[in-house]
């Protein structure tokens, strides 16, 4: 009877005399094992250390390290404490049966070893220790599963509260100011001063629940999507049409000063989503920069095949704490400075790892921050 497996099990036999070697070695072979011999002590914890065997018949009565020593050794070793362990011995003494089992061994064989005793004991042993195995991966995997839902339960969590926060302010402005039009239109009088300046907060109002909501959505598809297919990237036009289509308000209402490079990098990335980085990057640098903000943007190549972007600021700079919360979703910085959703940089951070890139902060108190991202190089 051999065992059924995708591949040859592997049976460590370790005794010191030549002819029960030669025996064990001949069936075991002949029953479908993969069959490695050690002749003392120091050589089978050698070759159990560089083989990793699937199970170990070990003799107890050897010269030098006798069977119990190596296997306490095996035991307490990182590498080889799960392996099996039957002993082979003479002995019949109770005391010396329960030695081995409290130092870890599986069972016992008593000497002269009969070979169907020998293939049932270690089918069966093969068997338990690769169930034990299937359990342990099952049980990490469950942990693993654990962990992720606690984060997006969590994450699940912030999203309820940053929608019926932040979408419930500009909503409520919204149904306040148009509800003043109302009145103003009901009089057929021309608008006043007044009234177009409510046009404007309605608007703006309307505009931020509109990127509230993008900026969810993009979270959400960069936590979803599996198969992303990278492009070279033509970062001078994407950096161009976030100035001029997203910032361009931004930089007149906090006065700021943008520098930019004459050449950029390539890069590979996907457009959308890198677009979305440098919009946060940038208008987290105007809204946290000095006064007014004087924002520099940047690239420069790494030693590792990737490419570093980032955007400097003259802000008053981060401590350790704040950089440490900077890329956790839904998490405000600079409550009293600057709205915001606590969105941007957890999405900064989801896309660049999804893109295989890497985020981070280099920030020095009172010296401003230089907020980056790498990228493959193209």
Known sequence: ????????????????????????????????????????????????????????????????????????????????????????????????KLKGFQLGA????????????????????????KLQQQLEEKNQLLQSQAVELEKR????EAFARTVAHDLKN????????????????SLDTLPTADALENLKFVSHAGQKMLNIIDALLLLANASKQKNINLQTLDMSQIIQEVIEQRMAYMLK????????????????????????????YISNALKYGGQPPQVELGADIQNNGMMRFWVKDNGPGLCEEAK?????????????????????????????????????????????????????AS
């Open 1 to 96: 009877m051999s065992p059924t497996t995708s591949r040859k099990d592997t049976i460590l036999v370790v005794d010191d005399i030549p002819n029960n070697v030669s025996v064990l070695f001949s069936f075991l072979s002949k029953s479908g094992f993969k069959v490695l011999i050690a002749q003392d002590g120091k050589r089978a914890l050698q070759t159990a250390e560089q083989a990793h065997p699937d199970l170990i018949l070990l003799d107890v009565m050897m010269p030098g390290l006798d069977g119990f020593e190596v296997c306490k050794i095996l035991k307490s070793q990182e590498h080889t404490k799960d392996i099996p362990v039957i002993f082979m011995t003479a002995l019949v003494d109770t005391v010396d």
């Open 253 to 280: 209402e906090f006065c700021g000063q943008l520098k930019l490079p004459s050449i950029w990098p390539m890069a590979q990335g996907y457009a959308p989503w890198i677009e979305e980085v440098w919009a946060n």
């Open 324 to 376: 440490a919360q900077l890329f956790t979703p839904f998490t405000r910085l600079h409550k009293d400075r600057a709205e915001g959703h606590g969105l941007g940089l957890s999405i900064v951070q989801q896309v660049i790892d999804r893109l295989g890139g890497q985020v981070g902060v280099e920030s020095t108190l009172g010296q401003g921050s230089v907020f980056y991202f790498t990228l493959p």
């Open 170 to 185: 500009p909503l409520s402005a919204i149904i306040g100011l148009s509800d003043l039009l109302l009145v103003d239109c």
């Open 106 to 129: 599986t069972d016992y064989l008593t000497k002269p070893v009969q070979h169907e005793e020998v293939l049932a004991r270690i089918t069966a042993h093969l068997n338990v220790h």
């Open 153 to 156: 339960n969590l994450e699940l």
